[in-house]
């Protein structure tokens, strides 16, 4: 039977083989930037998003920080699929919240 010291020292190498690739900043703000200045324009978003998930100089990594900072934080999606889904919902959400104000402004008399 082994002991928990030795399942330990066993799991020393797999997290080595686990790490991620450090991000490229630079990719990263560029698309994020494009994305931020997209706005609510969905031609600009759509263009955005395929030329990321066709690139074949993003990683994974890469498009999983973008999601992390277009969402406003929080935790990191578990694939490149995820991250660029987890970008269309915020979108979404901002596209939703912009016609809301904007309903709810035409209804409210100032």
């Excluded at 066993?10 to 686990?18: L, Q, T």
């Excluded at 929080?74 to 912009?98: D, N, P």
Aim: aromatic share 4%.
């Amino acid at each position: 039977m082994f002991s928990l010291i030795d399942r330990l020292r066993s799991r020393e190498g797999a997290d080595d083989m686990a790490r991620r690739l450090p991000v490229d900043e630079a990719k990263v703000l560029r698309y994020l930037d494009a994305l931020l200045s997209s706005g609510t324009d969905r031609v600009a978003f759509d263009a955005t998003l395929r030329e990321m998930s066709n690139s074949r100089d993003l990683t994974a990594g890469d498009v999983q920080e973008i999601a992390r900072r277009y969402a406003g934080g929080g935790q990191r999606a578990s694939s490149k699929k995820a991250a660029l889904a987890a970008i269309t919902v915020r979108f979404t959400e901002g596209v939703r919240a912009e016609k809301k104000n904007a309903t709810a402004s035409r209804a409210r008399p100032l």
